[in-house]
């Protein structure tokens, strides 16, 4: 007796298999602080090399208005705030998957001038300009930083006063505002810094003269894709994640 091979079933069966694995393939919708942008991207590719077909999709925005999204109920799996107030906020309000909110990241505020203008070296020759950006701080964690530095030095209510602020609605757009010379000078993140070439550092702004600069990140509750979120969380803060973040200018979560 000849066994005759069962193609057809065979065929069937890898046919299904394919769509079983089709299937499984999922995408995963990241909100993150625009200042992550260029690191996140390059997280992102180097992530789904490790998770063929799947797929992130990012919305990037001050995180002010990002969690604002997401207790409006927005379609998000993970969150990375620039600032632990946000993600705070929501973990109150049992917006978060529980034990997923912890920093990956710090950063650091320095003030810039349009390239070829006479650099600000001092918070005393910033107050002596006529238009200075930062982000609003109501929804931008770098203008809220800026602002505790401003007040910090002693120029910000006079700054308001004499309404030299131009408020911003993220630390991109305070960036780009600078770049097109539209503002003297503004304060946004090194790593904001670093990726324009129409602006020069002025000096950096001393740490202790705002609240850390913290970056968390944590899967959302309503995550339609926990298990993947969570391993997007992981790779973040794994050690080719925090290389990633490190050479955009990044610092690591916990000072060393």
Not at 112 to 120: H, I, T
Not at 185 to 208: C, E, H, L, W
């Amino acid at each position: 007796m000849h066994f005759r091979p069962r193609v057809g079933f065979v065929s069937l069966a890898l046919a299904c298999w394919g769509l079983g694995a089709a299937a499984q393939a999922a995408e995963l919708t990241v909100s993150a602080a625009i200042s992550l942008k260029a690191a996140f991207g390059e997280i992102a590719v180097q992530f789904e090399k490790g998770h063929p077909g799947d797929n992130i999709h990012f919305n990037f925005a001050a995180s002010g208005e990002l969690s604002q999204q997401i207790e409006r109920g927005a379609p998000v799996d993970v969150f990375a705030s620039a600032a632990l107030k946000q993600m705070n906020d929501l973990g109150k309000k049992g917006l978060l998957l529980a034990g997923t909110n912890q920093p990956f990241a710090r950063n650091r505020l320095v003030v810039v001038v349009p390239k070829g203008q006479a650099k600000v070296t001092s918070f005393e020759q910033l107050s002596q300009l006529s238009r200075l950006t930062i982000g609003n701080p109501k929804t931008v964690p770098a203008g809220q930083y800026a602002a505790e530095a401003l007040t910090r030095a002693g120029i910000y209510d006079t700054l308001l006063a004499s309404q030299k602020i131009v408020f911003s609605e993220n630390v991109r757009q305070a960036l780009a505002y600078i770049e097109d010379g539209n503002v003297d000078a503004g304060i946004v993140y090194v790593t904001d810094a670093r990726t324009s070439q129409k602006v020069s550092v002025g000096f950096a702004v001393p740490a202790n003269y705002s609240e850390p600069v913290i970056y968390p990140i944590a899967v959302v509750q309503d995550s339609k894709q926990p298990n993947l979120a969570r391993a997007f969380v992981t790779f973040v803060l794994s050690a080719r994640g925090q290389e990633i973040l490190q050479s955009k200018g990044f610092l690591g979560a916990s000072k060393k």
